[in-house]
């Protein structure tokens, strides 16, 4: 079984910075990607950004140049560096891993942690 743990959020100020990270935990090597999503008050679950074993990333618009997504070498703990944030990004962030790799085999499964809550006030 695999498990996904969120830390780091809590209240800041706008145009302060939080660090979110994800530890995972269970039987397994690596994940294919890694990724955050998020979901606002009453809105749907988005994209925040993802991170693949090659170290490619993806944002959302709404991160792009504020927010910076890292993993560890096996890409099994990611991070979400969240600078410059705003009211608009107060929400529910939620760690998620895609495709599964043991020692020898691979698992097309995905994974979600329980969330995170971040609140920017302004």
């Known amino acids: 079984q695999v498990q996904l743990v969120e830390t780091g959020g809590g209240l800041v100020q706008a145009g302060g910075s939080l660090r979110l990270s994800c530890a995972a935990s269970?039987?397994?090597?690596?994940?294919?990607?890694m990724g955050w999503y998020r979901q606002a008050p009453n809105k749907a679950r988005e994209l925040v950004a993802i991170?693949?074993?090659?170290?490619?990333?993806v944002y959302a618009d709404s991160a792009k140049d504020r927010f910076f997504i890292s993993g560890d070498n096996a890409l099994t703990t990611v991070y979400l560096q969240m600078n410059k944030l705003k009211p608009e990004d107060t929400a529910v962030y939620f760690c998620t891993s895609k495709g599964l790799w043991t020692t020898g085999e691979y698992f097309d499964m995905d994974f979600w942690g329980n969330g995170t809550l971040v609140t920017v006030s302004s």
């Open positions: 991170i693949s074993r090659g170290g490619g990333t």
């Open positions: 269970g039987n397994f090597v690596r994940f294919n990607t």
